[in-house]
């Protein structure tokens, strides 16, 4: 699960913060905290999705290198989400495995949203019940971004192999009563987005999808072409040339339905990255995002090899602002332009998700107010 564009939006980093920002990046060190931080919970899930880089029963996983007592418990959380508000960050995003096992995260949204950040959740949603339905709109939790990869139930098992159709139907009925619950106390929130990684199993509905999206009031969505994380993944699930194909065309039609409904649609899809432009493109993570693995190791972005030397370190054993105003993460953003740099560092640099994400930035960062110092052209 990654971050995506439409979090990005330019209202909420505010006009002093994005200068602090562009200041930053002309001179290559950081003025201001991240604009988001991921931070994990616990290494768990409770699922084995088909394409998932840790669960996966096809290839070597992650979660084989992973220790299953790590944990960012509610003290570290705490202390960190207050330093990242000292230091201006915007989002707190839940986001690691399946958040909805972690006991502890309604407290880590409560925390955030005290702390007067934004805070989203990015979940598979099939342990959201009637008691935490609930609590997520009292809290107004900002975003909730439900993973459910398939437009109907008899797909849903193709691709979450733990579960049956029943599953989905619960999902969707759960879906439905946040709506309900968030008419009933008048509120926007959670703001809800469905999303699909598409692969082979479940390519041909995309149009389905934007339906259900419809069926459930839901006003966001995501269609994203899985990434493979191994060769096993990629020989059984890529598509074929034919099945990208037929995509496209569903595609069109999918998109006249999201108008038709008002649908905001995210696209990420990996072709862009085949042209030297998406190759090329200035990644501005350093200046805007940080992740935070379960274990409290600090790295500059998700795809970032997990080994903790090429983290920025650990925040067990130093503070979140000694780490992001540190050497080796000025290091990190002086690399911004070179993608040959950032991959010696440990970075993969070649997901769709932030090439949107640093077109996003880029677009923000090139407002008309700051065109009189345009930079990177
Ligand atoms: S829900 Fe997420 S973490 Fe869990 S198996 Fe699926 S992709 Fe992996
Ligand atoms: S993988 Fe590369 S391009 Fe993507 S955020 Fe990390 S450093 Fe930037």
Redesign the pocket.
């Known amino acids: 699960m990654s971050l995506s564009a439409s979090f990005l939006d330019s209202k909420n980093a505010g006009f002093l913060y994005k200068s602090k920002v562009f200041a930053g990046i002309l001179s290559k060190k950081a003025f201001v905290g991240p604009y988001v931080v991921v931070i994990g919970g616990k290494y768990n899930c409770n699922y084995k999705c088909v394409f998932c880089e840790w669960f996966s029963s096809i290839g070597k996983k992650l979660g084989e290198e992973i220790n299953a007592d790590c944990y960012v418990n509610l003290d570290v959380y705490r202390n960190v989400v207050r330093e990242l508000r000292g230091l201006g960050t915007k989002i707190i995003l839940i986001d690691y495995l399946e958040p909805f096992t972690d006991s502890d995260l309604i407290e880590k949204i409560e925390i955030a949203k005290q702390t007067n950040l934004k805070c989203i959740v990015i979940t598979n949603g099939s342990l959201i019940d009637e008691q935490n339905a609930e609590k997520l709109v009292n809290l107004k939790l900002d975003y909730l971004n439900i993973s459910i990869n398939a437009g109907k139930a008899e797909t849903y098992p193709l691709i979450h192999l733990t579960e049956t159709e029943q599953t989905f139907e619960r999902i969707v009925s759960m879906i439905k009563l946040i709506q309900k619950l968030k008419k009933q106390k008048r509120t926007i929130f959670p703001q809800i987005r469905l999303s699909i990684v598409v692969c082979n199993r479940n390519y041909q509905e995309i149009e389905r999808f934007v339906e259900l999206c419809n069926e459930t009031g839901v006003k966001n969505s995501l269609i994203k072409k899985m990434v493979p994380t191994s060769k096993e993944i990629a020989d059984e699930l890529d598509l074929t040339c034919e099945q990208e194909k037929e995509i496209k065309e569903n595609l069109a039609q999918a998109l006249k339905t999201a108008k038709k409904h008002k649908i905001n649609v995210d696209i990420e899809w990996g072709d862009s990255l085949d042209s030297k432009n998406a190759q090329n493109l200035p990644?501005y993570?350093g200046w805007l995002f940080s992740f935070v693995d379960v274990s409290g190791y600090v790295h500059?972005?998700c795809?970032?090899d997990r080994d903790p030397n090429c983290s920025m370190g650990n925040i067990r054993e130093d503070s979140f602002t000694n780490l992001w105003f540190s050497e080796k993460y000025r290091d990190f953003r002086k690399n911004y332009r070179s993608i040959d740099k950032?991959r010696k560092m440990g970075?993969?640099?070649n997901?769709p998700s932030?090439f949107s994400n640093?077109q996003q930035i880029y677009k923000i960062l090139h407002e008309s107010y700051l065109l009189p110092i345009t930079y990177g052209k």
Do not use: G, L, S
């Open positions: 990644c993570y500059p972005c795809f970032q950032r970075c993969q640099c997901h932030c640093n």
